[in-house]
């Protein structure tokens, strides 16, 4: 008990006396990680959204803006009567503008200068089976009065190469900053045993084991790192919120899109796992130089 | 107690500091240990501690050849020695009972253990009134003899010192000595690196004299110098 006691207090006297590389550090690892579950969160989110495209792949047909209703119920009479097809719905140009109006909310004059009229009608279809998207697509490509299809995969595939390429943007960030922050780890643990290497001296003379000279500075390391995971796990969940409420006013493609709290919490222990290892092995290494002493 | 068969210590770049020294030291003796800068007797002390290893032969305390120990070991190792320095490695920022009460903290020692060997200790150096000083209020003699309680609080088998009476003017020297010699009597071995030919002339205690690594004289009740 007493051994605890002695613990924390020197681990907190260390900590005090390097405040500012302590804070560096708390900094760094809260940042790195922040950026390690940000990125987990968004791929958790995509994937949850294409997880749902697999199940009801769409496609959207596209009419031209000038074709006639005769045209549309053309189309939409072959769509019918089409055995691949499992189920559709008709988009009109009021549906379309009322999208166009949510999408480009932030632009009025746009919408204001846009009639429902200069919007094509448009049908979503669920194929009878994922396979048959692209033959559709091709089938109904062709068609006269058909503007264009696009198929969900191919906004989907879009929006994976972005995420994988964003993905890698932000794991090759987040190393860089988790490989500083444990540098400034290691840097401040120096400091912190050079700051003390008369009482070290002391202790290694008088018989003190090894291990009760290295805990204190293994715990210093370890609360740098957890409480840098603690700040990036906040932000974590933060996000997490930011995503949720972005999603929950989208009606488009991106309606499947989720985020769950069990994502949140799952990236969080993760952060918080690797916050704690940084630090432990920071001060380890940072350590290395007394215990070769 | 302490046994050096054959012992031979190479520095880096062919620095001999001991050559074949075989002695023994047994149980409770006061043993000086003399000779010029260079002749041995820091490595000598070093061996002992496990500071550094013997190149050659085997140094054996308490009959365990500690050249073999593993690493995890020192420690236990040096929790049965005691030591003293010249200039007294104490901490600043503790008071003279933490500096002492450090020493049995640091390896594990119950509360009330420290609690009552610390003052214990502090009674046996009298310095009971200055527990809480500060080592910079306190005069040299003073401070070594902080630095001895803190060597001894632990009742080690064997107490080295090095140098302990350098920085020391001749009256401090007087009364140190007989620190030293009153923990000589409790059983402890003591082992004590001099240049003071006053002290070893005056002692007349066994002295064992090095020059350039090897052993020139192992005397029972000697002096400092041949025909001082």
């Not at chain 1, 120096?190 to 204190?216: C, D, H, Q, Y």
Request: charged letters at 20%.
């Amino acid at each position: 008990m007493s051994r605890l006691a002695y613990f924390v207090r020197e681990t907190l006297i260390s900590l005090r006396r390097n405040l500012l590389m302590t804070i560096a550090g708390i900094i760094t690892v809260a940042i790195s990680l922040f950026l390690f579950g940000g990125i987990l969160l968004v791929s958790a989110t995509v994937d949850h959204g294409t997880q749902q495209w697999k199940h009801g792949i769409e496609l959207e047909i596209f009419m031209k803006t000038d074709a006639t209703p005769k045209a549309v119920a053309d189309i939409e009479a072959e769509l019918k009567a089409d055995t691949q097809v499992k189920s559709y719905t008709h988009l009109t140009k009021a549906d379309a503008y009322a999208i166009f109006k949510k999408d480009f909310k932030d632009q009025p004059a746009l919408v204001e200068s846009t009639k429902p009229s200069d919007l094509p009608e448009s049908f979503r279809v669920a194929p009878l089976k994922a396979e048959l998207t692209a033959p559709l697509a091709l089938k109904y490509k062709g068609q006269l009065n058909v503007d264009t299809v696009i198929t969900a995969a191919q906004q989907i595939k879009r929006l994976l190469t972005a995420t994988r390429w964003i993905r890698l943007a932000f794991i090759s960030m987040a190393s860089v900053l988790l490989a500083s922050s444990l540098f400034l780890i290691v840097n401040t643990i120096r400091l912190a045993t050079f700051a003390r290497r008369r009482e070290i001296e002391v202790m290694k003379l008088v018989g003190a084991s090894n291990w009760f000279v290295r805990v204190p500075f293994m715990a210093e390391g370890l609360v740098q790192g957890a409480i840098g995971a603690g700040f990036a796990f906040g932000l974590v969940w933060t996000l997490k919120i930011i995503i949720a409420n972005l999603l929950s006013n989208q009606h488009t493609l991106l309606s499947t899109f989720r985020v769950t709290s069990a994502d949140a919490f799952g990236i969080g222990i993760l952060v918080l796992i690797i916050g704690a290892a940084i630090g432990v092995i920071g001060s380890i290494v940072g350590l290395r130089r007394f215990l070769e002493a | 107690m302490i046994r050096f068969e054959d012992v031979s210590k190479t520095y880096k770049g062919d620095v001999t500091a001991l050559k074949d020294l075989s002695l023994e030291i047994l149980k409770g003796e006061f043993v000086f240990l003399v000779g010029p800068s260079g002749s041995g007797k820091s490595t000598f002390l070093k061996l002992l501690l496990r500071d550094e290893v013997a190149t050659q032969g085997r140094v054996l305390v308490a009959g365990r050849d500690i050249g073999r120990l593993g690493g995890w070991k020192v420690p236990q190792l040096r929790r049965n020695i005691g030591c003293v320095f010249q200039d007294f490695k104490l901490l600043t920022n503790k008071t003279v009972y933490e500096n002492v009460a450090f020493a049995l903290e640091v390896i594990g020692r119950p509360k009330h253990i420290v609690r009552t060997q610390v003052p214990q200790i502090l009674d046996l150096v009298g310095l009971t009134k200055k527990a809480d000083n500060f080592p910079t209020e306190l005069s040299g003699g003073e401070q070594q003899r902080v630095s001895i309680a803190r060597a001894f609080v632990n009742r080690p088998l064997i107490l080295l010192a090095d140098e302990p009476t350098g920085n020391l003017d001749p009256a401090t020297t007087v009364g140190i000595m007989r620190l030293l010699d009153r923990i000589n009597r409790t059983g402890t071995t003591v082992v004590m690196a001099t240049h003071d030919q006053r002290i070893v002339d005056a002692m007349r205690r066994r002295v064992i004299e090095l020059d350039r690594g090897a052993l020139m004289r192992d005397q029972v009740r000697g002096v400092y110098g041949v025909g001082s």
